[in-house]
């Protein structure tokens, strides 16, 4: 799994590429949590390069949308594939977190 972070707009964003699952959510979850260790209170997550998400992923983003909203940040989630939408709309994650289409329709939801 490759991990891109940028910024944009004074927002973290992290770029999944490859498969989220139980082999690579330690990274993830470490990057993610070297971002909100700095005391950044807004993260976008995109999927567009992701090929899969298991439960172990889907663990990494419930906890991350529970910190930030705790600390008064906001999670948004953006581009997902055919493949991670369904684990999501089956999940009811869909539900849970704010899922946009874009990177840029995110983004402006801030």
Same mark, same amino acid.
């Given at each position: 799994m490759? !991990?891109? !972070?940028?910024?944009? &707009?004074? !927002?973290? !964003? $992290?770029?999944f590429e490859g498969n989220l699952d139980t082999n690579t959510s330690p990274e993830a979850e470490s990057k993610i949590n070297e971002i909100l260790n700095t005391g950044q209170q807004k993260l976008l997550v995109n +999927?567009? &390069?992701?090929?899969? $998400? =298991? =439960?172990?992923?889907?663990?990494?983003?419930?906890?991350?949308?529970?910190?930030?909203?705790?600390?008064g940040g906001a999670l948004r989630i953006c581009s997902l594939?055919?493949? @991670?939408?369904?684990?999501?709309?089956?999940?009811? +994650?869909?539900? $849970?977190?704010? @899922?946009?289409?874009?990177?840029?329709e995110a983004l402006s939801s801030f």
């Open positions: 490759n !991990i891109e !972070i940028r910024e944009s &707009q004074g !927002i973290q !964003i $992290i770029a +999927f567009e &390069q992701l090929n899969f $998400i =298991s =439960s172990a992923g889907l663990r990494i983003l419930l906890a991350t949308v529970k910190k930030l909203n705790a600390s594939n055919a493949t @991670v939408q369904e684990v999501f709309d089956i999940s009811g +994650f869909v539900t $849970i977190l704010n @899922v946009k289409n874009t990177e840029k």
